[in-house]
């Protein structure tokens, strides 16, 4: 029955249904986009460059992490 699935079962069928969907690279390509406007956007204010640094430096790490 559904409920005798332990967690780790779940976890594992669920992961698998996701990479056959390619959600991970939906995901990439969603993430980038929306990256890209927002370094865009940023690029369009008109502020010091040094100030918007630490800005860009952060929206960079997020795209770099792993989870």
Not at 25 to 39: I, V
Not at 43 to 56: G, N, P, S
């Amino acid at each position: 029955s559904p409920g005798d699935t332990n967690p780790t079962e779940k976890v594992l069928a669920l992961t698998e249904i996701y990479n056959l969907l390619g959600v991970r690279q939906l995901a990439e390509t969603e993430m980038s986009y929306f990256a890209e406007k927002a370094l865009t956007s940023l690029a369009k204010i008109t502020v010091a460059e040094e100030k918007k640094e630490a800005l860009r430096n952060f929206a960079e790490s997020l795209l770099i992490r792993e989870h």
